[in-house]
Each structure stands twice: as structure tokens, then as C-alpha cells.
């Protein structure tokens, strides 16, 4: 059973926009955290945005300003919209999501497969 599935991803030009998305299933009543992660071939992976249940949200500095992590808790989504992207954000985009499937229940940390961006003219 898949858990946690990012969409969206696909070929932008530079400048242009993406809005990406990781949908947990529906069984998880509870997310309490979900970061976006980005990993570029050759590079280490890089933690882009977070959000946490609450409505606390944290930018890599490099993303400030252009990316916006916002979550639906009645589709159980966390998006991550993307605007004015560069050439260097190509890589592939994964979520992991600190989430459980009751009320005060245990609690475990879930990836996604990831979605490739590429920016590209």
C-alpha cells in the first residue's frame, strides 16, 4: 500500500512555475510534519520547505520569497508551490511526512518515490 505520493513535477522553463504535491493516504488522520526535500544528481539531498501542523512553515534560504509549502487537511495534501525556478533546482523533489493513523497514535516518518523537476529552456 503506497502511503505518501508526489505529483506535479515536469519540464519548466526558467522563470516559470511548478506546483507540486504529496497526497498521504487515507488512512493517516494525523500529519504532523512535512518536509520537501530536493536532491540534484551529484549533490546531497537539500531540505526546501517544511510544514507543521499548526500552520508553522520553514523556507531553505535559497527558496524565500519564491516558494510557498501550504497543506489541505481535508484532502490530506501538502503542496509546494514553486514560482520563478532556476536551472540549479533541477533534481528530483521527494516529501516524508511524520504521520499516523489515529488520534494520539504512534506516530512514523513516510517517503514518498519523488517527482522530477527539470528547468530547462
Known amino acids: 500500500q503506497v502511503q505518501l505520493v508526489e505529483s506535479g513535477g515536469g519540464l519548466v522553463q526558467p522563470g516559470g512555475s511548478l506546483r507540486l504535491s504529496c497526497a498521504a493516504s487515507?488512512?493517516?488522520?494525523?500529519?504532523?510534519?512535512v518536509h520537501w526535500y530536493r536532491q540534484a544528481p551529484g549533490k546531497q539531498r537539500e531540505l526546501v520547505a517544511t510544514?507543521?501542523?499548526?500552520?508553522?512553515?520553514n523556507y531553505a534560504d535559497s527558496v524565500k520569497g519564491r516558494f510557498t509549502i501550504s497543506r489541505d487537511n481535508v484532502k490530506n495534501t501538502v503542496d509546494l508551490q514553486m514560482n520563478s525556478l532556476k536551472p540549479e533546482e533541477t533534481a528530483v523533489y521527494c516529501c516524508?511526512?511524520?504521520?499516523?493513523?489515529?488520534?494520539?497514535?504512534?506516530?512514523?516518518?513516510?517517503w514518498g518515490q519523488g517527482t522530477q523537476v527539470t528547468v530547462s529552456s
Open positions: 487515507e488512512s493517516f488522520v494525523v500529519i504532523y510534519a
Open positions: 510544514d507543521i501542523l499548526g500552520g508553522h512553515t
Open positions: 516524508n511526512a511524520l504521520m499516523a493513523t489515529a488520534v494520539g497514535g504512534q506516530a512514523n516518518d513516510y
